[in-house]
């Protein structure tokens, strides 16, 4: 699939990967703050933003989309940088073409299968009800994005998680509101985006000597303490950084620290 992007400065090739629910417009304020170094590639990956719509929504496909691009571009040794479902993506496509990229940088998320969590806060449970908000709102009966919000609300209590959704509302020609977000193929690919992977199986196939960060939040669920000695064997060459009072978002909660822990890693400042 021929992904949508906006590209930004000049130099060796930075491409930011997304996550569920986002798209690359999300990523501005990180790609202006790198793009002074780097040719910062902003992909809208499929199914989300003005990427087209497909059925399938595999690790597969997305990583594929990733290839294409890079081949399609005449990308050579970019460095990749994934949050959460993006995170998955760079991961599998570091799995099916190990010598491509130079360097990973993966934002809180983990390989593990979030689909056997089991917790007060079930990640699994978090995301089909926002999945299951989307398609239950009547979004023909709305006039404004005000009253969206209102309908988001009877399902999800969270003000920021429900701002966030507002940006993938687009309107139609006749006026009429409609989700960017191929909602039913996230829908119907939700144990696949959740899955993890099988690190025994895998590990051996990722080019050992490639340079990886991972940047979790602080305050997030997504990449506990448990998790780390699996990053570690499926990434030898690992570095981890927390980031203090951050959730999930980190990009968008600490974006000074954020940018700052990127850079260090990147050689742009000691």
């Known amino acids: 699939m021929k992904l949508f992007s906006k590209v930004l400065g000049e130099g060796q090739d930075l491409i930011i990967l997304h996550g569920l629910y986002g798209a690359g417009d999300n990523w501005l304020t990180v790609a202006r703050q790198l793009s002074d170094n780097f040719k910062v590639h902003l992909i809208d ?125 687009d309107r139609e020609k006749d006026g009429a509101f409609k989700w960017k977000l191929n909602v039913n193929a996230i829908s119907n690919y939700l144990p696949e985006i959740m899955k993890g992977i099988d690190i025994e199986k895998y590990a051996s196939q990722i080019n050992p000597q490639i340079p990886v960060l991972f940047i979790r939040g602080e305050l997030s669920d997504y990449v506990p303490d448990e998790d780390l000695d699996k990053i570690n064997k499926l990434y030898p060459q690992v570095e981890i950084e927390t980031i203090l009072g951050s959730g999930h978002w980190i990009h968008a909660e600490k974006p000074e620290a954020f940018i700052l822990v990127v850079k260090r890693f990147l050689g742009l400042i000691e």
């Open 45 to 169: 990956q499929r199914n989300h933003g003005s990427s087209a719509h497909a059925k399938d929504h595999s690790y597969l496909a997305l990583a594929g989309d990733l290839k294409e691009y890079i081949e399609d571009n005449n990308i050579k040794s970019p460095i990749l940088l994934g949050h959460s479902m993006g995170g998955k993506t760079v991961m599998w496509f570091s799995i099916f073409n190990p010598e491509v990229a130079s360097k990973l940088i993966i934002v809180d998320i983990s390989p593990v299968n979030y689909s056997q969590i089991s917790t007060p806060s079930s990640l699994i449970e978090q995301h089909l009800n926002i999945v299951n908000a989307m398609r239950l709102v009547d979004l023909t009966v709305c006039k404004t994005r005000n009253d969206i919000d209102g309908e988001l609300a009877a399902y999800i209590r969270s003000d920021k998680i429900r701002q966030f959704l507002l940006k993938s509302i």
